[in-house]
């Protein structure tokens, strides 16, 4: 008997959008000789269970993660997790299928919420020497002098939003009034920054999983954006140019391979990830993990596996099986 298996998309966070494309690719790439699937969609209006072939969407029972359609009631054998922020990229969601026994794809709960708080991520990094740009944590009841902070991390520095993706809430500062407005820009996200140094380099951004049992990476891309960092409009819309795979050497190739299966296996990873670095004086600084990353077509991950000639039904059956098997 096939496996039932739910796709689930869309989050509560600006990143919806992103999310209902990723999940598209998901749903087109799993073998339907394998498996019956569902797409569901987890949006601020409710959950659904999405019949395209009927035009109509089903409540999910969120007492067990089920749907009733047409007088019959849907459970699932496990979930594909393609939310990218809050409830399914910060823990929540993986905590609640844990509780009611649903298997799923990705990292663990604690990972989840862990990878999803930069400064915490940054905190359990710095035990392990891995380099990274000066940061300052404030949270919106604390009082910023900008004179004194770019005093200690220079400028220009960035200022973001703690716990988000997609480069929502992120803004590069030069002076005091742009200090003031990434400040609010920021805290539209989230009630909790990071202030950054400046890290001047190329950005690359690096896919990497686990595969047969051994952390693999998956490609690289070096970013370079039309406009003045890889911010949303530079990811999603057009203003960035992709290279894949990225113009590097073979010696850093190896370091930025070697750092990111360490960075993955110290987190306790599992799941498709993407780890971005700046690359300053020839050594990678780590900027962020993200263990949900975008598989929309322009999406970076899809890039570097099309790259490497894996087929991503492949991975994705790779990943099914070792959720099941957990």
């Known amino acids: 008997m096939k496996k039932k298996i739910a796709v689930v998309m869309g989050g509560y966070s600006g990143e919806c959008g992103v999310s209902l494309k990723s999940g598209q690719l998901i749903l087109q790439n799993l073998d339907k000789e394998k498996y019956e699937v569902f797409e569901v969609h987890i949006l601020n209006e409710g959950w659904f269970l999405i019949d395209k072939s009927g035009g109509k969407s089903f409540s999910i029972n969120k007492g067990d993660f089920s749907a009733t359609k047409d007088g019959e009631k849907i459970t699932f054998d496990l979930v594909v997790n393609t939310i990218h922020g809050t409830p399914g990229e910060d823990g929540q969601l993986q905590a609640y299928w844990k509780l009611i026994g649903i298997p799923y794809t990705g990292c663990d709960f604690y990972q989840s919420a862990l990878t999803f708080n930069k400064r915490d991520t940054l905190s359990v990094l710095a035990k392990f020497n891995i380099p990274k740009a000066k940061s300052i944590y404030a949270s919106k009841k604390d009082k910023l002098d900008f004179n004194l902070i770019s005093k200690e991390l220079g400028l220009p520095l960035f200022v973001k939003a703690n716990r988000s993706g997609s480069s929502l809430g992120v803004s590069k500062v030069r002076t005091s009034a742009e200090f003031e407005e990434a400040l609010l820009n920021a ?111 322009q999406s970076i991950f899809p890039q570097q596996v099309a790259h490497k000639g894996l087929n991503f039904s492949d991975l994705l059956d790779s990943e099914i099986n070792s959720a099941l098997s957990n």
Do not use: C, W
């Not at 380099?201 to 490609?219: A, C, D, F, P």
């Not at 409009?233 to 203003?239: I, N, R, T």
């Open 187 to 297: 805290f539209q996200v989230d009630d909790e920054i990071l202030i950054e140094s400046f890290l001047s380099g190329r950005e690359i951004s690096v896919g990497v999983m686990r595969l047969n049992g051994k952390t693999t990476v998956m490609g690289h891309t070096e970013i370079i954006s039309e406009n003045d960092f890889f911010d949303y409009e530079a990811k999603y819309l057009g203003k960035s140019k992709e290279i894949t795979p990225a113009l590097l050497s073979d010696e850093l190739i190896e370091r930025i391979d070697g750092l990111t299966i360490k960075i993955y296996d110290i987190l306790n990873m599992k799941g498709f990830s993407r780890i971005d670095y700046i690359i300053m004086d020839n050594i990678p600084h780590f900027i962020e993990i993200n263990t949900n990353p975008g598989l929309s077509p």
